[in-house]
Structures are given as C-alpha cells and as structure tokens.
C-alpha cells in the first residue's frame, strides 16, 4: 500500500510563507514522482508542482514559478513544499500524489496516488 500523508496547512496573511510536508510510506518510490496539487470549491484540481524521487528535479505550474520550492529528504521520506510570497489565488486544499512516471508527467496525467489534503488559507 501507497500512504501519502498531507501537513503543515494553515492561515497566513498575503505576502507570508508556509511549509506544507507529505509524508510517504508503503514502497520504495525509485523511478516514481510526487508532487503537489490543489483545489478550491467549484474548480478542478490544479496542477501545483512535481518532483522526481530519484534526481530530485522540480517541475513547476506557470502560477507558482519563483515563489513555490519543492524538495524531498530520502531519508525522512518526505517531499516539502515550500511556499513564499502567498496571494489569495494560493488558498485551496492541497493535495500530495505520487505515480510511477516521470515527473514532467505529473501537470498533464492525473496520478493514482493521493493523500488527504491539507487546507491552506491566505487571508488578512
């Protein structure tokens, strides 16, 4: 079994920053990529960023490029996403996945594996 485990939502107020973590477990995840989506009320799912397990390159939507910073840490298991510089077009429920395909994959095939979500709210 695939666990994917969302944390670190929260309030902040526009121009601040939050850490979102998602904690994996169940597989060794070589060759797979994980990364990050989001949605609000009424709208699809979103595309936010991606992340290949292995190499560690980053791939990001046009909306997030220079503000968002995904990582992972193999040894925690964990892929982060750092999140600067918050608008309120930035609050949304995100969401973790993971899918065994390359990472450049992740904003154009939905992946199989998602995790709960967690709420991030910008707001003054």
């Known amino acids: 079994q695939v666990h994917l485990v969302e944390s670190g939502g929260g309030l902040v107020q526009p121009g601040g920053s939050l850490r979102l973590s998602c904690a994996t477990s169940g597989r060794a995840f070589d060759d797979w990529a994980v990364g990050w989506f989001r949605q609000v009320s009424g709208k699809e799912r979103e595309f936010v960023a991606s992340i290949s397990w292995s190499a560690g390159n980053p791939y990001y939507a046009a909306s997030v490029k220079g503000r968002f910073t995904i990582s992972r840490d193999k040894a925690k298991n964990t892929v982060y996403l750092q999140m600067n510089s918050l608008k309120s077009e930035d609050m949304a429920i995100y969401y973790c996945?993971?899918?065994?395909?390359?990472?450049?994959?992740?904003?154009?095939?939905?992946?199989?594996?998602w995790g709960q979500g967690t709420q991030v709210t910008v707001s003054s």
């Open positions: 996945a993971a899918d065994y395909f390359d990472a450049r994959s992740m904003g154009v095939v939905r992946p199989t594996y």
